[in-house]
């Protein structure tokens, strides 16, 4: 029977048994290292290992078998192809890790004066590094194209878990940050804010059990032992047909690195799939959204130039030192990522999307990572005037004397008031109630008004011209008042 790695053609859980072959032979070279006494070398595997593990925790890898990636993937075939091949260089690269001395490929990172037994190519150290990346790249992909919206998640687990106790937090936090703005208004945001608690939640109850190693113990996989010319595949002595892959590895694009086998070796075979099992229901992997995903991570042209104009307001909480984890959605990170603040503050921007739609015309309020992509939404969708008219203030009328000044006014309480005070004996209690009730109309507010705070804004402005002023300000603020008088604090 033909192999790819260690998991064979017949395996339910290929995935698995690969991955677990990964785990063992990193151990395996880490422990050889470590008696070679090269510690600059372990340091550097250890941390392709812990790589390696993040991935496997974050797709659920060695789950249980109910949740695990090998069941997610059961129904997709060229994603399941595309994680196997990556685990299979990975699992060849550290067959051929060690080099002899004179190899030209010898990676120099121990001290001089440490034993010198064997070098470590920097080939399949740069070949298992860079199949740690597309594994991360595909994992995100994976993670992120449920068919089900994120609405849809976070009501679904609000019905199974209680959060009423942050919803009371966040609707008092939001009444205490805008006194002013309309009801509708926050309870709307009040709903947002615990749709992204309720997400999270939901992401951390998620990742807790994709996390759980299995009850049963893992089935030992023979390791062969690691010799100098290949030779423990077998190729079933045919030709090997195409690839079955319903989608083609993406080109590596420039500037990141290709991972290659050390060794020149034959293609992994064909893989039939005989396990599967058509009769069940398929999973919420979207595969067309996967290979989306996919290339978008893969190809560094596709960036996103939006930037807030608010991110240098807002302080974003820093993952713990040395974590290489996010802490909000879990996803393995590089350091890149992690080490530089711009590309941190827009990952967790797409991972909470905090920019929602204001106005109450739509069912499910759409939310954005960019707020040059919310203002797009608001202009396109409710007009251009949407400052003005999303949860319009309310206003109560007086039927009596309407047309005239000081009649219209901003509560139900004030009319009924007005009506006792001015029409005192026109109309009885259940009257006066029946008026305040069908008296109310919906006004824009002003063109400079603010829907949250309800105050005036002013015209910005130009940041050239204001430059120019605060430099005049400053220059003047340093002459002497006539008569020498000096300002308070002037030396």
């Not at 998991?7 to 032979?25: H, N, Q, V, W």
């Not at 396990?275 to 960036?303: G, I």
């Not at 984890?325 to 827009?346: I, Y």
Request: glycine fraction near 6%.
């Amino acid at each position: 029977m033909t192999t790819l790695g260690g998991a064979t053609l017949g395996d339910k859980e290929p995935i698995f048994e690969l991955a677990t072959e990964c785990e063992e032979r990193f151990d395996e070279q880490i422990r050889r290292l470590k008696a070679d006494g090269k510690p600059n070398s372990v340091a550097a595997l250890e941390e392709l290992r812990q790589r390696f593990a993040n991935w496997a925790a974050f797709l659920g890898v060695f789950a249980d078998p109910k949740v695990c990636l090998d069941r997610r993937l059961r129904h997709h075939v060229g994603i399941q192809d595309q994680v196997l091949r990556l685990l299979d260089i990975i699992v060849q690269n550290l067959a051929y890790l060690h080099q002899p001395d004179e190899s030209p490929d010898r990676m120099e990172i121990e001290p001089a004066e440490a034993p010198q037994h064997h070098g470590i190519s920097i080939e399949s150290l740069d070949a298992i590094s860079g199949a740690n990346d597309r594994l991360n790249h595909l994992g995100i992909a994976i993670r992120q194209s449920s068919v089900r919206s994120r609405t849809d998640k976070a009501r679904a687990f609000q019905q199974t878990f209680d959060v009423s106790s942050f919803q009371e937090v966040a609707y008092q936090a939001l009444k205490s940050f805008y006194p002013d703005a309309s009801e509708e208004l926050i309870r709307q945001l009040t709903r947002s804010m615990t749709e992204t608690y309720a997400l999270f939640l939901r992401c951390k109850s998620r990742q807790g059990m994709l996390q759980a190693p299995r009850e049963r113990p893992r089935t030992p996989t023979p390791l062969s032992d690691i010799a100098e010319e290949p030779g423990g595949e077998a190729d079933g002595g045919g030709t090997h047909a195409a690839s079955p892959m319903d989608v083609e590895m993406p080109a590596t694009p420039q500037g990141s690195r290709e991972p290659v086998a050390r060794t020149p070796r034959s293609p992994p075979p064909v893989r039939q799939h005989a396990w599967l099992v058509a009769s069940e229901k398929p999973t919420s992997v979207d595969s067309q959204e996967v290979m989306r995903r996919y290339n978008k991570l893969l190809n560094p042209s596709v960036k996103g130039t939006a930037k807030s104009i608010l991110v240098s307001h807002v302080d974003y909480l820093r993952p713990p030192k040395g974590s290489l984890n996010c802490q909000w959605c879990f996803t393995p990170l590089g350091v890149d990522v992690l080490s530089n603040e711009s590309k941190w503050q827009k990952h967790v921007n797409e991972d909470h999307r905090p920019y929602v739609c204001i106005s109450e015309k739509c069912a499910q309020p759409p939310r954005f990572a960019a707020s040059s992509e919310w203002f797009q939404h608001m202009l396109n969708n409710h007009g251009r005037n949407w400052h003005r008219e999303v949860h319009a203030p309310l206003l109560w009328v007086c039927p009596l004397c309407f047309g005239q000044e000081e009649t219209t006014f901003s509560k139900p309480a004030e009319l009924a008031d007005h009506l006792y005070a001015f029409h005192e004996g026109t109309f009885t209690d259940s009257q006066v109630q029946a008026i305040v009730q069908q008296s109310r109309i919906r006004s824009p507010r002003p063109r400079d008004a603010c829907p949250l705070c309800c105050l005036s804004m002013k015209q910005q402005e130009d940041p050239s011209t204001n430059e120019k002023a605060k430099a005049r300000r400053g220059s003047s603020a340093k002459q002497p008042f006539p008569g020498g008088v000096r300002l308070r604090g002037q030396p």
